[in-house]
Every structure is written in C-alpha cells, then in structure tokens.
C-alpha cells in the first residue's frame, strides 16, 4: 500500500542519539508483554535488552511502555474542529492527542461543501507538513480521512443531506489531488451510484476504502469487500442493525477475515455487552476510534457523554483514545497488552504504517506511551523526542 508522504518525512530530533529507558513493564502491540529495557537511537528502537542492567533514564515502579496510540477517525480536539478551523486546529490537535499517548493521528474531514472540503484538506495538509519540519511538538497527523460525501443518505445523521453528492472518479480523484499524498481514509456507502468506480481509483491510490453511513446489507457488503473495501467505519453506527433475518453490511465485515472493523468504545454508541461479543468475534481485528466531535458552534452539546446535535441526534463522541483503550480493558477483560494493540498495531497495519508504528519492535519509530499502574497516560514520546509529560527520571550516572 502506498503511504501518505506525510509519514515520510524526516525523524523527529531525539533528545540525543542513543539512550536507554526502562526497566519498564514493554506492551509489544501484538498482544504480548514482556518486562525489560529499551534502547532508542536516532528516533527509532534499536534494542529490547533484559530488565538487568544500566539504563539512562528509569520509570517509577508499575510504568507501563506501549506503542504511541493512532486516532483513525477524530474530528478534532479542544475547541479545535478539522473542518472549520482546517490547518490551524493541527498544532492544538496535536498536542491534545499527545497528552492522550497518541502519537499520530489522522485528521476527519466531515461532509461539507465541496470545494470547502477540498480546501479544508489541503490546509490541514500543508500545516501536518510544516509541523513535520520543525521539532515534534505532539502526535503527528498522517494525513486525511474523508467521512463522506459519498453517503446513503438515509443514514447520513448530522452529516446535511443538501451536501452529500454522487460518487465519481473525477471526484475522487479531486479528494486525492486536494491531499497531496496524504488522503488516507475515504468513509463512503458501497451501494450508492457510482461508488464502485469511485472506490477503484481510490484503492488504486493506495486509500483504505471504509464502508460507512450505509443501509448496506450482507451481500452488498460481501460485494464491496470483493472490491477491496477492508475497514468499517464505526460499527453498528449510522448502518441497519445485524438482523438475524436480514443481516447487514456488519455481517459481512465480521464474516470476512481481511478486514477490520472500526469501534467507538465510549459504552454509547455501542453497548458494554456488544463491544464484548464483537471482541469475542473478530478478535484482533477491531480498531478502537474516538469519531471525537469538540463543540462544533451553536447547537451542539454534550449530553449522556456523547456529542449531540440540537435535534438530540449523536453527531459524534467526547471519547478520548486512552479512555478508548481502559474502556476496552473493562468491557472485555482484556489485559492491557491485549487492548492497546486495538489502538496501536491494528490502525497501523489497516493504513499500511506497520513497518514503520504500532509495535515495539527493532527498527521502528520511537512512538511510545507511558502508561502508571492505573493505566492512566503519563507520558508520551514521538521520533523518540518527549512530547508530554515528565515520567522519565535520568539516573545518576545520567544526572552527573
């Protein structure tokens, strides 16, 4: 898959060329854990050393070390909104989902005017491009997830229906050209005129076609799989329940093992039980998201712990992805190693950054977390440079 130019760009500066953390408790981001130290050097992980021995910077007991946490679907953070603050919300956003432990993200841009979504993109774009070249300040944004227009519209919720259009390939190929590199993510209905021709130029783009705001049913979405859809944008949500009669679009997800199906765990838009039985089903091809909506002006509030619209319909979460990942631990009962991988390793492998996040593994980035015995975030490092928090203690030899 073709990544977005935006993850290509140069290495964050570490604070010096080699270091090693630890003896930390190490979630691996395959569901693994082991206990041990980590030697970073040049902004990537170049060892995974036993706990024994030396180390320059030490963690109070109980610290946890995972893979930085990836936002797939967010649509801002603050009082910052992607599509009406554009390239401006990246730097808050940033630094926001750092103090979450993600250290990357990508940018929603919801239905909107056209042209206004095209620009929108290209401002986020550009400014994920100049925090690039500057030192990390926060989580980096990879590039763009475009939640529409290419909706059903009779499972459009806040998205207006005056703005959803026809699917084209002159229109998605508009929606490739406005990123520069960085479309990453485009949630559209499979069964809407023109979607098909739409979805092959983008999956020929390397673009991750999810499936979303859709009345789909399975043997439509058995279709669009064939395609080469892969993702399902926030499962249950904004789509026709899985009838035991007639079932929809998410059976064909859950059927079908090349894809992954993406989970709002805030406990509303999907019940503790369900996001249980979805575990129980799919395993390691969930990916948790937040479809994180701040105050977006007049009308909008927050109520029940979701994002309302001023007609009571969710517009979307005011869940935070390390509160994604404990919530995911509580209703499943996974242990931590287990969970974070749902928000470290499965977005990178969906959006085809594997080789580069997700996991602590020799050779990737130095994206991590740092996590206390409660699990609550208590640090976070991007390109091995620390971006939040003061969890790292130099020791004495360090010190001196």
Known sequence: MRRSNLGSLKEATPTSDRFILGPAALAIGDGSSVHGRLVVSNGRISEVLAPDGPADFMLAPGTTIAPGLIDIHTNGAGQFLFNRDQGNAVPGAAAEYARQGATAFVAGVMTAPWESMLHAAGEIVEAAHGLEESAPLGARCLGIHFEGPFLNAKFRRVHRQEWIIPATPERARALVDACRGGCLIVTMAPEIDGAGDAARH??????????????????????????????????????????????????????????????????????????????????????????????????????????????????GSALTIDRAVRNYMSYTELPFARAVAAASYAPAKLLGYDSEMGRIRKGLRADLSFWDKDYRVVGTMVGGTMVHGRCLTPSAAQAS
């Open 202 to 315: 983008l999956l020929e783009q390397g673009v991750v076609c999810s499936a979303g705001h859709t009345g789909a049913r399975y043997r439509e979405g058995m279709l669009a799989i064939g395609l080469g859809f892969r993702s399902l944008t926030h499962a249950f949500n904004a789509m026709p329940p899985l009838d035991h009669r007639d079932p929809s679009i998410l059976a064909a997800f859950i059927q079908d093992k090349r894809t992954t199906v993406q989970l709002i765990c805030d406990g509303k838009h999907v019940a503790p039980v369900m996001v249980d039985i979805l575990y129980r089903t799919l395993g390691n091809r969930i990916v948790l998201a937040t479809d994180s909506m701040p105050a977006a002006g007049p009308g909008y509030r927050i109520e029940g712990g979701v994002m309302r619209a001023e007609d009571g319909t969710i517009a």
